[in-house]
């Protein structure tokens, strides 16, 4: 899911929250997020989640574990948008996961999880 992140050398108090469980939980500060580069951070219920921004300024927040080979490794991975669609892929065996939606692009079958993710 996404959420616009506003210029970060002004705004470095700006802090990302993902939803869970019906709560905005804080997970790192605005300018730990450069675009193109992920930030794993770990959910109070113990999943990790992985935090990306793009170059358009918009945050994504998926599931860190890559499912095909149990790693929890997506936030290492590389980010890229075919036919609109933002992904990231596995640093791995590289399949590619929708930041927005969770679903593999490479298999229709397989999905992360996604998180509504904001600035606040």
Known sequence: MTATLPELATTTATRVEILVGGSWV???DGATLLPGRGVAVLLPDGRQAAVFTDRRGQVYAVGNRDPFTGAFVLSRGL???VGGR????????????DLESGACLDDETVRIPAYSARLA
Do not use: D, N
């Not at 933002?86 to 996961?97: D, E, G, I, M, T």
């Open 26 to 28: 804080p997970v790192c």
């Open 86 to 97: 933002v992904y990231v892929a596995s640093p791995l065996l590289k399949q590619r996961f």
């Open 79 to 81: 980010t890229g948008s």
